[in-house]
Every structure is written in C-alpha cells, then in structure tokens.
C-alpha cells in the first residue's frame, strides 16, 4: 500500500461510515466519481474488494472492516500529533473544528469572530448540519467540539447548558393572529404548518410538543433550512416553530416581516449545550473556545436576553441526565 494516499483513506473512512459514496462525497465537498475513483484506487493497491454491493446497500468486505479499523487508528494518531504540535505553539496556531447545528450558526459564528479576532493565528473548521448529523460527528470523533440540544442519554458525553433556546411559533407580521393574544394550542393545529427536515432537532422538540398536547398539526410542507421556512412563512405559506435565534440577526427577512406568536404553552424552553465525547482530551485551543462559549451570554448582547445565568444549568458527564425535550 505505498501508493495509497492519506486522502484515499480519508475516502474510504467516511464511505465506511456513512454507508454511501453520496453522503461521503458531499462530506468531503467531493463529486461522486471523484470519492469512487480514489477508492477503487485504494482497492487496487491493497489488491481486495473493500466493500460489496447487495440491492441498492454497500457494505464493508472483512478487509473493508479491516482497514476502516486501521484508518480509524492512523487518523486517532494523527489528531494526537496535531494536537500536540499546536499545545507546543501555544494559541499562536493550530486548528479548531467546531460542528454546530444549523440554528446555533447564528450565534457560533458570532462567537468564532470574536474568538479569531483575539487569536488570529488560528485556523477554523466549522460544519453547519442538523441535530442529527452533528451527534454522528460527535459519536465518530470528528471535530473538537459541538453545539447542538439536548443529548439523548445513550450518547456517552460531556455536555453542558451554556445558553437559552427558545423555540416560538413564527408567522407573517400580516397573518390575522399577529396580534391576538392568548391564542389556545389548538387553534395552531388549524393552520398550514411548516416543518423542519427530518432529522432537525427543532422539528423533534416541536413534534414532541404538539404530541404531548394530542394536538396533530396540519403540515403543508418540509424544508430543510431556517431561511427557506422564514421565507415560506413570508410569502403567506403557512407557520412553524423555530428558534428564536433563527430571527436574530437577519438579514435576508428585515425585522417586521415575521412575528412570534402570543401561543399558550410557548416558548419551548430549549437550552444550548457543548458537548465533547466522554474521555476526550481537548487541545488548548478547545479550550479556549469553551471558554467563550460558557461566557456566551455575556458575549452575544441582545441575543442573550433569554440568558440562563441565575438559574440551575443542567449539567452531566457521561450517559446521566434527561431526556432530550
Ligand atoms: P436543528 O437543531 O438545527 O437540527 O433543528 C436545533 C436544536 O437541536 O435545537
């Protein structure tokens, strides 16, 4: 195998993983032939199938299991190398690859700015993906740190309540209940509603929400971004629930066009959490990062109005806590 590059490996790892040569070319901003080639490349040179194809699935060939446990290794080396390489430099240089879900870019991206600003030698990785692809990355080991909500229990890791999440029901500021008060859960069910992709942690909060009140909501349609349901709500096609972040710092709606509705039951107190897999060693940098993050509601000024200083966080190491809301 001396042909074989660290980037066939790094192919070859994420088709492993994620089971598909599409999820994995989009992951590594890869075309398809492009991640196909460089693994049968890395077949020819180990001179055995890696995977097999049955139906439409792939899967690994024992030698495919074999290898994807050796590259599992080699990169686990790698990172510890890189990591002390940059604890060596200080915080003058390094990496930080943070992985957040799609509705904390508001916030992280803030963050990352600042952080940056005061550490300019550092280089940043952030992946913007749902709550369930970023628990993927976090059970894989694949970045340094991670924003999303609440953990389920079976994820073995260190996750902390840093910052409120509210999630409120949104509509256009022209919508007849823009401006009633009190308005009873179930009068929501009536409307078009529009829903989060599955997979979102919002649409799961929400979904619990409305289940918990025998409520089933008239869903006209899915989209798979906060922007996209902020502009459908605009032009009149229905409402959702969405996070409150997701309205701060807009751009592409001006203040005014969407309203959070007077909804009884609302808002759905969500809470922020860092998360890092138990047992983890985090590298200077990381560090450094987490402590922003913990001071994030002192950072973000209007975005912290709903701050959760002052009153009991949420905390567990490992497999304890609560369920996700
Ligand atoms: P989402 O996650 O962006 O996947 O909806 C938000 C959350 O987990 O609260």
């Known amino acids: 195998m001396r042909h074989s590059t660290l980037r066939q490996l790094q192919v070859f790892e994420a088709v492993a993983r994620l089971k598909s040569f599409t999820r994995a070319s989009e992951e590594l901003f890869l075309t398809q032939p492009t991640a196909s080639m460089q693994v ?3 077949a020819e040179d180990v001179g055995l199938p890696l995977f097999e194809q049955i139906g439409k699935k792939i899967y690994l060939t024992d030698a495919g299991h074999e290898l994807h446990r050796t590259c599992l290794a080699v990169f686990e080396h790698l990172d510890r190398f890189a990591m002390i390489a940059s604890d060596m430099k200080g915080l003058k240089a390094g990496k930080l690859r943070l992985a957040v879900v799609t509705t904390a870019k508001y916030f992280a991206s803030r963050l990352l700015g600042m952080f940056c600003q005061k550490y300019p030698g550092i280089e940043v990785a952030l ?16 970045d340094d740190l991670y924003v999303l909500g609440q953990l389920p229990d079976e994820v073995d890791a260190v996750a902390e309540a840093f910052l409120d999440n509210p999630l409120v029901v949104l509509a256009s500021a022209r919508h007849p209940l823009a401006h009633v008060r009190d308005i009873p859960i179930e009068r929501i069910g009536e409307e078009p509603f529009i829903l989060r992709e599955a997979g979102s942690g919002t649409r799961r909060a929400t979904e619990r929400f409305f289940s918990r009140h025998d409520l089933k909501l008239k ?64 590298s200077l940098i990381a560090q450094a990062f987490l402590e922003y993050l913990q001071q994030a509601p002192r ?9 959760i200083a002052g009153r009991p966080r949420p905390s567990r190491q490992g497999a304890g806590g609560g369920k996700a809301p």
């Open 127 to 142: 992946k913007v993906t749902n709550h369930e692809r970023v628990l993927e990355r976090l059970m894989s080991n694949q």
């Open 40 to 42: 049968k490349k890395l």
């Open 299 to 307: 950072y973000l000024g209007g975005l912290s109005r709903h701050s």
């Open 219 to 282: 869903v006209r349609m899915e989209l798979g971004s906060n922007e996209a349901i902020k502009q459908a709500i605009i032009g009149g096609l229905g409402i959702s629930v969405l996070s409150r972040h997701a309205l701060a710092l807009d751009t592409e709606a001006p203040r005014g066009q969407l309203i959070p509705l007077d909804v009884q039951g609302f808002p759905i107190e969500r809470l922020w959490y860092y998360a890092y897999p138990s047992g983890k060693q985090l």
